[in-house]
Nanobody
Framework: QVTLVESGGGWVQTGGSLRLSCVAS????????MGWFRQAPGKERDLVAA????????VFADFVKGRTSISRDDAKGALILQVHDLKPEDTAVYYC?????????????????WGQGTQVTVSS
């Protein structure tokens, strides 16, 4: 069983940046593909960004491409998401997710483990 704990959410001013962290426990982090997803009220959960456990496989959603980075620290078991130039439409609950295969990172249903989520609110 893998446990995921997110941190770093809160209120951010429009145009600002956020840094979210997800710490995983219960399984060797280097064997997990990891991703960040978000869900706004009344909308479906969408991929933000994800990284495979195999090197060189990273994906980003179009709505954050160019203003987002995702990184992992296998030694610390942590996944970091940074988003810049935040907009009110980035307001959502952000979830960390993990899975054991290196397949389609965009497939939400393929993720086995989910964190509780952290609220991010962007406004002026």
């Amino acid at each position: 069983q893998v446990t995921l704990v997110e941190s770093g959410g809160g209120w951010v001013q429009t145009g600002g940046s956020l840094r979210l962290s997800c710490v995983a426990s219960g399984r060797s982090f280097s064997t997990l593909s990891m991703g960040w997803f978000r869900q706004a009220p009344g909308k479906e959960r969408d991929l933000v960004a994800a990284m495979s456990w195999s090197p060189g496989n990273t994906v980003f959603a179009d709505f954050v491409k160019g203003r987002t980075s995702i990184s992992r620290d296998d030694a610390k078991g942590a996944l970091i998401l940074q988003v810049h130039d935040l907009k009110p439409e980035d307001t959502a609950v952000y979830y960390c997710a993990a899975k054991t295969d290196a397949g389609d990172l965009r497939s939400i249903s393929s993720y086995n483990y989910w964190g509780q989520g952290t609220q991010v609110t962007v406004s002026s």
